[in-house]
């Protein structure tokens, strides 16, 4: 979950105590504090769910405005400039938490405390959840720092979670038992199985439509792009489209190409929230690298099958 609020220069000390006296760590609430061209902010997250744990932590956040007129936070509008200053397309995501938490779940049985979960307009998905006693196998030694000892503590089974359609990673706690391993792995194999999907079922109604509607003109379709590249879903831009190749056998006109299949494409971005952009190519110029856009293209680029 989300929130934000603004605050004049005025009482920055003020709000800094009391942000880093509301975040828990342990509970997923963070409370960080951000200057800005436009101003400075109080930006809130915490987690998803269960929906009884956001929905106290979100009383947490609402309590500190209500409580301490003093800091004159002032609620930021979702979608507002000011408010994608800040989140920059990321947006929580109820769906993917419920996906992470059922699959998680399956594995560490009793175990997930919590999820939070958010997706930008690319499509990729950034997460976290704790999995109690994940990662407690080497506490860190007795001379080290009381603060690092508690940062430690903390972070103990906080697991980190980057998705996307073509590649994903997670970043466990620390060290696991052997058991713990085996049950993390698998559980990241399948939350990967279930973001591929996300944009799977794009691609495969695209080709679905696009081959009925041109037959045997039709020759392919090939992803470029963003979407491509080998670190898409980890350095992806949030304004990224999905930019897709259309391999016809031949046409004349690049115009009319855009205009006959230009409803099939508007229908599919709308449906799933996501910009699609759809460049028709001819065959002999694809397989020949007839320019240095389709050389590009078919170096890098990823069929659709």
């Not at 059922?102 to 594995?107: G, K, M, N, Q, T």
């Not at 196998?137 to 503590?153: F, I, K």
């Not at 060290?175 to 495969?204: H, N």
């Not at 897709?244 to 508007?266: H, K, M, P, Q, T």
Request: hydrophobic residues 40%.
């Amino acid at each position: 979950m989300q929130a934000l609020s603004s605050y004049s220069q005025s009482k920055h000390a003020d709000v800094a105590q009391a942000l880093a006296s509301l975040r828990s760590p342990a509970d997923g609430l963070s409370a960080d504090a951000f200057v800005t061209p436009k101003g400075l902010f109080a930006r809130f997250i915490w987690p998803d769910l269960p929906i009884e744990i956001s929905a106290k932590l979100g009383e947490l956040v609402g309590a500190l405005h209500a409580k301490h007129p003093e800091l004159d936070l002032r609620p930021v509008e979702k979608n507002s400039p000011e408010w994608n200053s800040i989140f920059h397309g990321w947006s929580e995501d109820l769906e993917s938490a419920v996906a992470i938490e059922r699959i998680f779940s399956a594995h560490f049985p009793k175990r997930v405390s919590w999820v939070e979960s958010q997706r930008d307009r690319g499509g990729r998905i950034t997460a976290k959840l704790r999995i109690e006693g994940l990662g407690e196998t080497t506490p860190p030694p007795l001379e080290t720092p009381p603060s690092l000892r508690a940062g430690w503590r903390a972070s103990l089974g906080e697991v980190t979670l980057n998705l996307f359609w073509k590649d994903s990673m997670a970043i466990p706690p620390g060290p696991l038992s052997a058991a713990d391993l085996e049950a993390f792995r698998a559980s990241v194999r399948e939350v990967s199985q279930w973001a591929e999907r996300r944009i799977r079922p794009v691609l495969d109604a695209l080709q679905q439509r696009l081959k009925a509607l041109y037959g045997e003109r039709f020759r392919g379709l090939y992803v470029f792009g963003s979407y491509a590249r080998p670190d898409a879903g980890i350095e992806l831009p949030e304004s990224s489209d999905l930019d897709v190749a259309l391999i016809l056998s031949d046409f004349e006109n690049l115009y009319e190409e855009r205009a006959r299949f230009g409803d099939i494409v508007a229908d599919l971005s709308l449906e799933h929230s996501l910009v699609i952009s759809v460049v028709p190519i001819a065959e002999a110029d694809f397989r020949e690298s007839r320019t240095n856009f389709t050389r590009v293209i078919s170096e890098y680029a990823v069929p659709v099958r």
